[in-house]
């Protein structure tokens, strides 16, 4: 009985990251705590047992990516990282680093092009790129440290080759240690120009 238990509750947790992926993918959502309460609700399986990680979610999405339109998939992606390349070479001063959906290929037509760039004050950052004439605006981002503090960080948001950058300023010796990942609960993963012009050439 247990065991059959056991195959419904993953059978239910299958399904919620299966319909969580479907709501990031066509509807733009960008939480997966949101997107997976939206799917159980839909689902009318809100027991917390029912309700994937977002490790889970993330599998999902990358699932349905290659199911629905791989080839436009990959060539979507090609675009994002060829802007995320030019873009790291407008700011090539504070040492930009990929991260994101972009890096990891679960990006969708929603996503925008995640950077995290290193200076000693995010002014510096925004001097950077209004001096290039680019119209831009400026955000906050709450980031957890490997020590489990939140911080927040500031940002800023262009477009650049069709693309939205999001380029999100840390301290200069913030580059030895990423913040945590809000999907896995481990450091970001991040590449640098080099590593983003290899992923191209494997795309």
Same mark, same amino acid.
């Given at each position: 009985?247990?065991?059959?238990?056991?195959?419904?509750?993953?059978?239910?947790?299958? +399904?919620?990251?299966?319909?969580?992926?479907?709501?990031?993918?066509?509807?733009?959502?960008?939480?997966?705590?949101?997107?997976?309460?939206?799917?159980?609700?839909?689902?009318?399986?809100?027991?917390?047992?029912?309700?994937?990680?977002?490790?889970?979610?993330?599998?999902?999405? @990358?699932?349905?990516?290659?199911?629905?339109? $791989?080839?436009?998939?990959?060539?979507?992606? $090609?675009?994002?990282?060829?802007?995320?390349?030019?873009?790291?070479?407008?700011?090539?001063?504070?040492?930009?680093?990929?991260?994101?959906?972009?890096?990891?290929?679960?990006?969708?037509?929603?996503? @925008? +092009?995640?950077?995290?760039?290193?200076?000693?004050?995010?002014?510096?950052?925004?001097?950077?790129?209004?001096?290039?004439?680019?119209?831009?605006?400026?955000?906050?981002?709450?980031?957890?440290?490997?020590?489990?503090?939140?911080?927040?960080?500031?940002?800023?948001?262009?477009?650049?080759?069709?693309?939205?950058?999001?380029?999100? +300023?840390? !301290?200069?010796?913030?580059?030895?240690?990423? !913040?945590?990942? !809000?999907?896995?609960?481990? !450091?970001?993963?991040?590449?640098?120009?080099?590593?983003?012009?290899?992923?191209?050439?494997?795309?």
């Amino acid at each position: 009985m247990a065991k059959k238990r056991n195959n419904e509750s993953e059978r239910a947790r299958h +399904v919620v990251a299966q319909e969580a992926a479907r709501i990031i993918v066509t509807q733009g959502v960008r939480d997966y705590r949101v997107a997976k309460q939206k799917a159980a609700e839909r689902l009318g399986l809100n027991g917390r047992g029912s309700l994937p990680g977002n490790t889970e979610i993330e599998a999902a999405v @990358a699932d349905h990516l290659q199911i629905f339109g $791989r080839e436009e998939h990959q060539d979507l992606l $090609r675009l994002m990282r060829t802007a995320a390349l030019s873009a790291m070479e407008l700011l090539g001063d504070f040492t930009p680093r990929l991260v994101g959906p972009v890096l990891v290929g679960t990006a969708d037509e929603n996503s @925008a +092009v995640n950077l995290h760039v290193f200076a000693d004050s995010p002014e510096m950052v925004a001097m950077e790129i209004g001096d290039m004439g680019i119209r831009f605006r400026s955000y906050e981002r709450r980031l957890k440290s490997r020590r489990g503090q939140t911080e927040m960080y500031a940002g800023f948001e262009f477009n650049h080759q069709n693309e939205m950058i999001q380029a999100t +300023v840390f !301290p200069v010796d913030g580059i030895r240690q990423a !913040p945590m990942s !809000p999907i896995d609960g481990k !450091p970001m993963k991040r590449l640098d120009a080099n590593g983003v012009q290899e992923l191209l050439q494997h795309v």
